[in-house]
Every structure is written in C-alpha cells, then in structure tokens.
C-alpha cells in the first residue's frame, strides 16, 4: 500500500455486537477529516482503538487482554496513541487508566461524536482522558452519514441507542443508557446515501426496535419500515433485536406486506420457564411467547426465527431447564444462539442466590447446542430441492490467492460465491467465470438457486439464472 507523506494510521479492533460494527464506521468516519486512514497492521498504527462489548464477563477479559498485549506497540512508539471505546469503557471508566497505564483515552458509548477533540488534545499535550458522560436523547450530530465501503452489500444502520427493559441479567442498559431514536428523516438520508454507494442490504439495528420513536412520538416501528421500503434501489430490509413482549401485530404484518422486508426475525426467547423469565424480568410468559410465533408464522409462512436462549441463570432447576428444551423443540428454530449465564456488575441477577456450577452450565450450554443442531440441519435438509432468491455478498472467504493476489480458480468448474437467502440461511454455488471481474460479476446481484445439499451452517446449490 501506498504511504502517504502526513497520512497517519488507525487500527479498530471491534469486539461484540453488530452496534459496535456500526460504531466503529462511525469512528472512521470521524477521524478521517483528521487524516487517519484505516490499517490492519498494529505495528503502523498511531492510534489504536479498542471497541469493547461487555455482556458477557468473556467478553470483558478479551478485551482487557487485547490492550495488555498492546504494551511493546507503545514501548516501541511512544506517540502511539490507544484508546478503549465501547460498552466496557463506559462501563470501567477511570478504573481502566490505573489498571493499564499504556493506555491514553478511555472513552463510552456516547462519546464517538467527541473523539477528534479527544484524540487532538492527547497528541498535543500527552494528557489522559476520560470520558463516559452519557446524554438522555440522540444529539443532532451524534451520528455521521453511514459509510459503506466499496465492497460492502450489506450493512447495518442504527436507529436507536441504549434499553428501557432492564432484564435482571443485562448490563446493556447501564453502558448504552436510555432509549432514544433518532429521526425518520436522519435514518432515510442515511439509507439513501448507503445505496447510492453500491449497498443493496440494510439491518435496521436497536436494542428494542419495537419501541423505536415511542419516547419522541416520531412514527411506529412499522411505519419506519414502510418508508424505507420504498427507498429506490435497496433489495432488502433486515431488523434487529425485537422484544417479544413488544412485538405488535403492525409489526408482524408488515412481513406480508412489506416487499423488501426479508422473512427472518430474531426474537430472543432466553428460557422456555416462566418462573426464570419473571426472574429475569422479561415480561413475557413461554405460552405469550409460542402465541406469537404462531401468529408470524400464520402471516408469514415461510419466516425464520431465530433466538436467543441464557442456560444457567441464577437458581435455574432442572425443570426449569427442560422447559427451555422443550420450548426449543415446540417452536422449532431456524438458529439459535445459546450463552452461559454470566455475572455482570449493575445487573440485578449478579446479587441472586443460587448460582449454578460452572460444570452444570456448560453442561446445559451442550445440550442445548447438540438439541438445536439437529432441529437446524433437519430445516436446512427440508430447502433441498427448492429454489432460493439469494443476495449475493462476494466470494467464498476460503478461496485461495496467487503471490499476484489473483484468484486461483480452475476455470472449468468456476469459483465459489456464497450468499444469503431471505431466511438468512448461507448458500454458496459455483459460477464459471465470464470475464477477468470477478467481483464485479455477481456480487450485490439477487439470483436463483437451486439448493441441492444442506450442511449444518449452510446450503449448497446450483445456479438457474
Ligand atoms: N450472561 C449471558 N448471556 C447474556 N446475554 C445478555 N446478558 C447476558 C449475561 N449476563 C445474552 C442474551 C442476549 C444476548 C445478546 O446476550 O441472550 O439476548
Ligand atoms: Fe438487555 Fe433486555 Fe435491553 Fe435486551 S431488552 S438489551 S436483554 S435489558
């Protein structure tokens, strides 16, 4: 790569969450006007930007052990800026300073608009700074115009930060703050400008879609979606993460009748008992649950659901524990996403008694992951022998290059591409090659498949069109 005279480097390391991956094309975004330019080598950095998910304890010490092995990058340089963003820098704050002296800037979830200043001050005086101070509503320049890169199809847009729910195990409303959504208009503009810079594929993120604009009287969540349907250009609409409880019946009809509106919702369920879910403060009962996948699915036939399930949460009995099977099998999830309870500091749960065993929880983690992989090869061998609109996303990552950085495909039999279907579900095909443009040849194209195999992660198919 070319080395610009003046042109300085940042490295991002983005743990967690797709929020943080929007994050962190925010950060760019904002540094960028100050000449960084974004590189994969820690050794050219000048700034080193650690972007951290805290919802897990796992999470938090991956974090923490990432910046310990930044230290010989700042022995090596001392004007090496590094600076720890995200949920656990909101959530540490000065405690990160005194525990990791190489690093210079500490800076939460709220602080991303702020960061040049920051970033400017600390390269002139050589200052530490934090700053975690969190504000009640979105500001009207807290975000910038997404940014995709040429590459991108698909990507994501933030529409609202921060959780009103509080469920007794989460810290997520402690380090985003209050919900607050940020305008129509704002969202609009910024989709707008995402497809004219190539992007086909859009996932609408909130910790709680359902309620987007609630607090500011905006427009409902739904009628968000109906505007962004009819941005020209965009292929499809994606959302993420929906409450159950909050789920509303304009919502679920949007799936019939919003064309662009992709057949998968995550819902996250989190236990199948209904003792754990008032414990955890979900508001929902397993039955409420069931009701409303029932209903989706009456207006959507062919949507996929995916969830989330927490094994092991405090005083979780074992027949607590089969009613989350049992769930598991009653609803029959596309995917799922299972997670060992873990103690996080400012969540109620970590002060309930009857902790579960390290052993037990992984057990339990096992069972549910051996229960589901079945379930999710069973609904991937059903799509065999259908044909799938897929939205093509470029090359399979496992191809190999030549010292030239060409591609190294054999020309009779093509190469590997893969791709989403509606549902989600990974497919990837063989296309012989037609021209020298690889990438330019399929990627962001909707095409045909015919799915002739299902593996337990994907689907093998064949091209129609
Ligand atoms: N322990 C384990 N899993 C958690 N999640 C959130 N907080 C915790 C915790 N303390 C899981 C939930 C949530 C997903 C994003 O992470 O299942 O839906
Ligand atoms: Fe956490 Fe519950 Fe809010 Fe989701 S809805 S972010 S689990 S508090």
């Not at 979105?138 to 990507?155: K, R």
């Not at 079945?374 to 044909?387: D, H, P, R, V, Y």
């Amino acid at each position: 790569m070319r080395e610009d005279m003046g042109q300085k480097k940042l490295f991002v390391n983005t743990m967690g969450c797709q929020m943080n991956v929007y994050d962190t094309g925010q950060i760019q975004q904002r540094m960028a006007p100050l000449g960084f330019e974004p590189t994969e080598d820690l050794a050219k950095a000048d700034v080193i930007i650690v972007n951290t998910c805290a919802i897990r304890a796992k999470a938090e010490q991956k974090a923490f052990s990432f910046l310990g092995r930044l230290l010989p990058y700042k022995e090596q340089k001392p004007e090496l800026i590094i600076a720890m963003g995200g949920c656990v820098a909101q959530q540490e704050g000065h405690k990160v300073l005194s525990r990791m002296p190489h690093v210079d800037l500490v800076f939460g979830t709220h602080a991303i608009r702020r960061l040049p200043q920051l970033i400017q001050k600390i390269a002139a005086t050589r200052c530490r700074i934090v700053d975690v101070e969190m504000a009640s509503a979105i500001a009207s320049d807290d975000f910038m115009l997404g940014h995709a890169s040429s590459s991108d199809v698909a990507t994501f847009v933030t529409i609202m930060r921060g959780c009103d729910n509080y469920c007794t195990y989460c810290v997520v409303p402690h380090v985003r703050g209050r919900e607050s959504s940020r305008t129509p208009d704002e969202i609009i503009s910024e989709i707008e400008h995402l497809v004219a810079h190539g992007v086909r594929e859009v996932t609408l993120l909130g910790q709680n879609v359902n309620s987007y604009g609630k607090k500011e009287g905006f427009c409902s969540f739904a009628q968000l979606l109906e505007r962004v349907d009819r941005v020209n250009g965009l292929a499809r609409i994606r959302f993420t993460t929906s409450h159950p409880k909050d789920l509303s019946e304009e919502l679920m009809l949007a799936f019939d009748r919003l064309e662009k509106l992709c057949p998968h919702i995550h819902l996250p369920v989190q236990s199948g008992a209904d003792a754990v879910l008032r414990r955890m403060n979900r508001r929902y009962t397993s039955r409420q649950y069931r009701d409303k996948v029932a209903m989706l699915r009456s207006i959507r036939p062919d949507i996929a659901i995916t969830s989330d399930i927490i094994v092991g949460f405090p005083g979780e009995t074992e027949e607590e524990f089969s009613a989350t099977l049992h769930l598991i099998d009653q609803v029959g999830f596309d995917g799922l996403f299972a997670f060992i309870y873990s103690d996080r500091p400012n969540a109620p749960a970590v002060r309930f008694d009857n902790k579960i065993g390290e052993t037990e929880k992984k057990k339990r983690l096992q069972s549910v992951l051996n229960r589901q992989e079945i379930l999710t090869q069973k609904k991937n061998e059903a799509l065999t022998g259908s044909i799938q609109q897929i939205l093509v996303d470029g090359l399979s990552k496992h191809l190999s290059y030549d010292a030239d950085e060409r591609l190294v495909a054999d020309a009779l039999e093509g190469v590997q591409w893969s791709g989403r279907t509606g549902t989600n579900k990974i497919v990837h095909f063989m296309q012989a090659p037609q021209n020298d443009d690889w990438n330019q040849m399929l990627t962001g194209r909707i095409m045909q498949i015919m799915i002739e195999k299902a593996m337990s992660h994907s689907l093998w198919g064949r091209p129609l069109s």
